[in-house]
């Protein structure tokens, strides 16, 4: 699920400190990208009629973007605003 996948972010960025190699935060981002999608396409989102539930999906997606431009900046890779 792709909160679980959220909640490992510091670990992977310990991993990564403890052996000085970047390429298990790299693995992380391209998994986190692909729960994204398959978030997205599962999840109806924007056209939820209940509130509560759209804002908390909402909330999941903003943390899931901004765990995304962290991981990529730390890389050292920019991101758009949109494509």
């Given at each position: 699920?792709?909160?679980?996948?959220?909640?490992?972010?510091?670990?992977?960025?310990?991993?990564?400190?403890?052996?000085?190699?970047?390429?298990?935060?790299?693995?992380?981002?391209?998994e986190?990208?692909?729960?994204?999608?398959?978030?997205?396409?599962?999840t109806?989102?924007?056209?939820?009629?209940?509130?509560?539930?759209?804002n908390?999906?909402?909330?999941?997606?903003?943390?899931?973007?901004?765990?995304?431009?962290?991981?990529?900046?730390?890389?050292?890779?920019?991101?758009?605003?949109?494509?």
């Amino acid at each position: 699920m792709v909160i679980k996948k959220i909640n490992s972010f510091e670990e992977i960025l310990e991993k990564c400190l403890k052996e000085s190699s970047s390429h298990y935060l790299a693995e992380y981002l391209f998994e986190l990208a692909n729960k994204i999608n398959e978030f997205y396409e599962k999840t109806p989102i924007l056209k939820d009629a209940d509130l509560p539930r759209k804002n908390a999906r909402l909330l999941i997606i903003k943390r899931l973007i901004q765990t995304m431009e962290t991981g990529l900046d730390i890389l050292g890779i920019e991101t758009v605003e949109q494509l």
